[in-house]
């Protein structure tokens, strides 16, 4: 049976993107937008570095949550609801529904994590501010009915901290694509072998390894990179500086600004393979939503990654991956990549890709819900 659930999400600003927005429409009952502002990104920095117990704790959203759990309640009070789902990021989603929870301890509640909270190693947070976002952490876990995770990686790394009793609570649940927002008919340039990486950069997330390798390859064996173009689309950041210091290989590289959702799926279609970068650690909890978009459009991928979620997906897919800090492993992949070009302009998807399609993970999604509800 569908079902059509209330939704309560963030009305941006800037940055949006509405490209899915109004089909979202038809899977809801009713939907309630909160402003949500980020204001200016210079100020928000320096009140996380001056105050970081008060404003990454658990983020700096934690002041729109506050209004996230008045809209919320409000709404419960009119029209009383039998269960609460959480999204974050942000994590300060959950603060508002342990709110709800502890107000009606009858409404069941699970709380959806795309990131690890305090075990995020990407978010270093000094003594003091950690110590209270652990405290934050346990208090979603012990209210929560359910405890959901886009990895084993991530549940395996959380369950270190905690007893049987919370880790009882723990589902994984991968991300998942919707097939239907995919032209799969599209035409792929012959002449050109397209290599593509799609989505940003930011301080630990790097191209360096990429730009390093295809130099390597350009000194070493030049004539291999005939016909061959890496296609980046998405904001460089930092790294855009970057770009000077590679100018020789530059004619090898295309540079795309940001794209609506839909304009980044036509470009994994049209691209003979996709690229993941990640940034470096020992061992990587992340499951990119941007690694679930290129399954869904079934073309081969490889990955710059550590070993972790990302390298166990790729690889579960026939795919190959190679450290960001091994230069030598990067050159070697993409060596092995482009000199069997053609293998992967005639790749055939196999079935672990049909794995993540929307529907088989709204039935996995929807077996969490009703065990929830008895």
Not at 74 to 79: L, P, R, S, V, Y
Not at 133 to 155: C, G, H, Q
Not at 160 to 185: M, Q, V, W
Not at 355 to 373: H, P
Request: proline share 6%.
């Amino acid at each position: 049976m569908p079902i059509k659930p209330n939704v309560i999400y963030a009305d941006e600003k800037e940055n949006k993107d509405l490209t899915i927005l109004p089909n979202m429409q038809n899977f809801v009952n009713e939907s309630i937008q909160i402003p949500f502002d980020n204001g200016n990104r210079y100020i928000s920095f320096f009140k996380r570095k001056m105050f970081p117990l008060i404003y990454n704790s658990p983020d700096i959203h934690k002041f729109w949550s506050y209004e996230l759990y008045n809209k919320a309640r409000a709404f419960i009070e009119n029209k009383p609801q039998d269960m609460i789902v959480t999204f974050g990021q942000p994590m300060s989603v959950h603060i508002a529904g342990l709110k709800l929870k502890e107000k009606y301890s009858g409404i069941k509640w699970a709380a959806h994590f795309s990131d690890p909270w305090v075990d995020n190693p990407l978010n270093k947070k000094g003594f003091f501010t950690k110590l209270y976002n652990s405290y934050l952490e346990a208090r979603v876990f012990r209210n929560a009915d359910k405890l959901i995770f886009t990895s084993k990686e991530t549940m395996e790394l959380i369950a270190k901290r905690y007893p049987s009793s919370i880790i009882d609570k723990f589902e994984y649940l991968p991300h998942a694509y919707d097939e239907t927002l995919y032209n799969y008919n599209q035409e792929r340039d012959e002449e050109i072998f397209k290599i593509s990486y799609i989505g940003g950069f930011y301080a630990q997330r790097s191209p360096k390894p990429l730009f390093d390798a295809v130099y390597s390859i350009f000194k070493e064996n030049s004539e291999i990179l005939h016909n061959v173009k890496f296609q980046i689309v998405g904001n460089m950041g930092r790294h855009s500086t970057l770009v000077d210091k590679y100018k020789m290989i530059l004619p090898y590289f295309e540079f795309i600004k940001n794209v609506p959702y839909d304009e980044s799926l036509e470009l994994m279609v049209k691209s003979n393979l996709l690229l993941v970068i990640d940034a470096p650690a020992d061992v990587s909890v992340f499951f990119p939503s941007k690694l679930v978009d290129y399954i869904g459009s079934r073309r081969p991928i490889i990955g710059i990654t550590p070993n972790g979620t990302s390298s166990s997906i790729i690889k579960s897919l026939g795919g190959k991956c190679a450290d960001p800090l091994n230069s030598e492993e990067v050159r070697n992949m993409l060596v092995d990549v482009l000199s069997n070009k053609e293998d992967y302009k005639n790749f055939e998807v196999s079935d672990r890709y049909f794995e993540y399609e929307a529907s088989i993970v709204t039935k996995k999604f929807f077996n969490i819900l009703s065990q929830l509800g008895k």
